[in-house]
C-alpha cells in the first residue's frame, strides 16, 4: 500500500462561501416564487422554481460533510465504499468527498505515551470521558514519546534485572500505518517489548569477563550500565527493523529505568560492596609493602641499623599492622630485648 497525497481538496473555503451562498438564493428563491403564485403568475414554472429550492435545502447539506479541518502536523486517511482514495496533510482547510470516510483504527487506543492519552493510573473526571466518546479520526504526524511498562528481563548472565525505555517515534507513512497492520499504536508498544528482551538478554547488568555483546566472538566490556549508548541505539535499529513496514519511523531510544530485580537486588548490592572492600584492600596492602620496602632499604643505606632476619620479620609485622589496620594502631614500647 503506497500512500496518495491529495494536494488538490484545498477548497473548503470556497465551497462553504459557494454552499451558504446558494442556501440564501434558495430560500429566496422559495419565498419570492410562493408571493407570486398568490399574484397568478406562471403556475407551472414557480413549482419547479419552488421544488428545485426545496430539494437544495434538504440535501444541500451533505456537502458540509466534506469539509475537513486540519491543524499542523495531522493527517487525514480517506476511503471511498471501501476503497483508498488518498491521504490529506498539512494545515488547511479541505473539501472532499462528502461520501468519503476516515479511517483510523489506533483512535481509540489509550497508551501511556505523550500527546495522545494520559496514563492509565490516572482518575478520569466525568468532562473528560464526554470528550473522549467523540473520536477523532485524525493520524496525529507529530513526534511522540511511547513509555512502556518496566519488564523484568534475564541479562546474559541470568540475573534478573527491571529495565524501562523512552522510545521517540512518528507516523511517516499514513497509508502503511493504517492498513498495513490492524492497530499500528499497538503494535509498535509489542516491538518495543520484543526489542527489549532481544537486545537486553545479550548484556549483563555489570561488566562481567568472558561475555561477547557485539557477536564478534571477542569479549568485551560491554554491559547495561555502562554502555546504555550503545544498548539503546541497538534497541532503536531492532525496534525499526521490526516497525519500517507500518510506515513508523523511530527517532530516538532511551533507557528510563535499570535495576537489579528485587528479589537478587539486595544481594547484588553486597556483592559490589564486597568487590569495592576487596579493591580497596588491594590498594592498601600494595601500598603498604611498598612503604616498608622503602623503609627497609633506607635504613639500610643509610646505615642507621643493622637488623638480622629475625628482628625485620618482626619490623615488617609491625608496620603492615600499622598500615594496614582499619583503625590508629596503639603503639607498645618495648624495653627489653628480643632475645
Known amino acids: 500500500m503506497e500512500e496518495k497525497i491529495l494536494t488538490t481538496k484545498k477548497k473548503g473555503m470556497a465551497v462553504l462561501i459557494a454552499t451558504v451562498a446558494l442556501y440564501v438564493a434558495a430560500i429566496a428563491a422559495a419565498v419570492l416564487t410562493l408571493i407570486r403564485i398568490d399574484a397568478g403568475s406562471c403556475i407551472m414554472l414557480n413549482y419547479i422554481i ?3 429550492a426545496f430539494v437544495w435545502i434538504f440535501l444541500g447539506w451533505i456537502l458540509f460533510l466534506g469539509l475537513k479541518i486540519l491543524n499542523p502536523q495531522e493527517a487525514l486517511v480517506l476511503t471511498l465504499f471501501g476503497k483508498y482514495v488518498g491521504t490529506i496533510k498539512g494545515a488547511g482547510f479541505y473539501f472532499v468527498n462528502p461520501f468519503c470516510v476516515a479511517v483510523n483504527p ?5 497508551l501511556n505515551q505523550s500527546g495522545d492519552v494520559d496514563a492509565e493510573s490516572k482518575a478520569h473526571s466525568a468532562k473528560s470521558k464526554e470528550n473522549q466518546s467523540i473520536v477523532s ?4 504526524l507529530k513526534v511522540m514519546t511511547l513509555n512502556n511498562n518496566r519488564q523484568k528481563i534475564n541479562d546474559c548472565l541470568g540475573n534478573p534485572v527491571e529495565i524501562g525505555i523512552a522510545v521517540m517515534w512518528r507516523v511517516t507513512d499514513t497509508a502503511r500505518a493504517v492498513f498495513t497492520v490492524d492497530n499500528y499504536k499497538e503494535y ?6 520484543s526489542a527489549l528482551r532481544n537486545v537486553v ?6 561488566v562481567a569477563p568472558n561475555v561477547d555483546t557485539t557477536g564478534d566472538g571477542v569479549p568485551d566490556e560491554g554491559s547495561l550500565r555502562g554502555s ?3 544498548v539503546a541505539a541497538r534497541i532503536k535499529d531492532e525496534i525499526q527493523k521490526k516497525v519500517t513496514d507500518a510506515g513508523i519511523e523511530i527517532i530516538e531510544a532511551r533507557i528510563t529505568y535499570l535495576a537489579y530485580a528485587q528479589e537478587i537486588a539486595a544481594v547484588m548490592l553486597q556483592r559490589q560492596q564486597a568487590s569495592a572492600i576487596i579493591d580497596a584492600r588491594k590498594m592498601i596492602v600494595d601500598g603498604a609493602v611498598g612503604m616498608v620496602e622503602m623503609a627497609l632499604d633506607k635504613l639500610n643505606s643509610n646505615n642507621i641499623v643493622e637488623l638480622d632476619d629475625e628482628r625485620k620479620a618482626a619490623m615488617v609485622s609491625n608496620l603492615l599492622v600499622v598500615l594496614c589496620g582499619n583503625h590508629d594502631a596503639q603503639p ?3 624495653s627489653g ?3
Open 50 to 52: 419552488v421544488g428545485v
Open 106 to 110: 489506533a483512535a481509540k487506543t489509550k
Open 137 to 140: 479520526k485524525k493520524v496525529s
Open 188 to 193: 509498535l508498544s509489542l516491538q518495543c517489548d
Open 201 to 206: 538478554r545479550l548484556y549483563p547488568y555489570d
Open 228 to 230: 546504555s549508548e550503545v
Open 332 to 334: 607498645i614500647v618495648n
Open 337 to 339: 630485648s628480643l632475645y
